[in-house]
């Protein structure tokens, strides 16, 4: 079958072949085959070396697909079954699931790096984060794949499996946004403007994007900011806006040290400061030591928008069958999967919201 795959770390390309295979369906996992997937920037982050995958690898972690075949042991899925991909499992009996941070089980990371379900000329291959929906199909682990309702076109359907459950989790989930309360968002990409939806779905009154790219700052509008405006431009805006104080929640949605600081700056004292953007090890922050006590703001991070995803999928296709989340406008461009290198040329141009790569 047809795969793309990163062959080494720091590569600025993919290799798509049309000779992968997969290893047969073990026990507790199944076979999908992969109808869309998006591409987010955590893809691009795998290739440069900023998030950790083990090499060779099929990369995309943003999937939706079909079961094709179930393995021995299988209960919660039959073959048919429509699914959401989901890049980091949830186990539901370990600590963290238990008590109530889902988000953080770390039952099956390990397998991500431990156990290939890809194939390379005979040689085992790493999929992204467990997954790799840069492919026809692939194995997954039963707890990875969230049965859809058959309705929901795959398209719409495979935003979930990343952007848009990180992008509104961080507001709903993490930072929990009031009714009436103010926002800014740095980054407008994917990600950022479901944090967006998110604030406007959560009821702020005002949502400032911020982003370098005039497009990117008019779809940021299209999706509920209330303001759009240049890096530069923010500090007027700032204190037309708050009268100087800063922002109830600030979301940083691009992933450098110089943006999380900007969010912080840019969040008022006792307010909420969201780290989304995955950022790389050695990019460091700094903070004044009197700062932190005096200002008593809250940062956080958000891992997969803090999510509980067999509660989450659903609630996000609720809302957008109520009209209140708008999944078909986020996708600003359809493509094949041997237009994978040009969908990241696109993206770090900044010419796109997100990319749906679909397969017949
Ligand atoms: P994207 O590349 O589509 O969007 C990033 C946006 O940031 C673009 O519109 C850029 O123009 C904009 N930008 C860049 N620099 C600046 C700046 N200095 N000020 C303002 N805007 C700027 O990426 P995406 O939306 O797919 O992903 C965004 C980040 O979220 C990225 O770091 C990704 O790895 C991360 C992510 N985190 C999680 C998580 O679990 N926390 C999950 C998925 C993605
Ligand atoms: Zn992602």
């Known amino acids: 079958m047809k795969a793309a795959v990163l062959h080494n770390v720091g590569d600025e390309r993919l290799e798509v072949r049309d000779d992968i295979t997969t290893t047969p369906v073990g026990a507790g996992k199944v076979r999908i085959r992969i109808k869309a997937t998006g591409v987010c920037h955590s893809d691009l982050s795998a290739m440069n070396g900023t998030i950790p995958v083990a090499v060779p690898a099929v990369l995309g972690h943003e999937g939706a697909g079909e079961v094709i075949e179930v393995g021995p042991g299988v209960t919660s899925l039959a073959e048919g079954d429509h699914v959401v991909v989901c890049w980091s499992p949830q186990c539901g009996a370990c600590h963290d699931c238990v008590n109530g941070q889902p988000q953080l089980c770390m039952a099956y990371m390990i397998n991500a790096f431990s156990d290939a379900h890809f194939q390379l000329g005979g040689n085992p291959m790493f999929g992204m984060a467990g997954a790799g929906t840069f492919a026809e199909e692939l194995i997954l682990l039963e707890q990875g794949a969230v049965r859809i309702d058959k309705d929901v076109p795959y398209d719409v359907a495979s935003l979930l499996g990343c952007g848009v459950m990180t992008g509104v989790g961080a507001a709903i989930n993490a930072a929990r946004v009031e009714p009436g ?26 949502i400032v994007a911020v982003d370098m790219v005039d497009r990117k700052l008019e779809w940021a509008k299209q999706f509920g900011a209330t303001h759009a405006v240049k890096p530069e431009d923010l500090a007027g805006v700032k204190q037309e806006l708050t009268g100087g104080a800063g922002f109830d929640f600030g979301f940083e949605v691009v992933g450098r040290s110089e943006t999380i600081k900007a969010a912080y700056d840019a969040t008022r004292r006792g307010g909420t400061t969201v780290v989304v953007g995955v950022g790389r090890a050695e990019d460091m922050v700094s903070f004044s030591a009197f700062d932190l006590f005096y200002n008593e703001k809250n940062l956080r991070g958000t891992y997969y928008g803090s999510d509980n995803i067999r509660r989450d999928f659903p609630r996000l296709l609720d809302l957008w069958r109520g009209g209140r989340l708008d999944l078909e406008g986020m996708i600003t461009r359809r493509l094949g999967l041997d237009d994978v290198n040009d969908a990241f040329a696109s993206m770090a141009a900044g010419e796109v919201v ?7």
């Open 181 to 206: 309360s103010s926002v800014v968002v740095f980054g407008c990409g994917g990600v950022g403007v479901s944090v967006i939806q998110g604030a406007r779905i959560a009821g702020a009154a005002t």
């Open 354 to 360: 997100r990319q749906v790569i679909t397969f017949d």
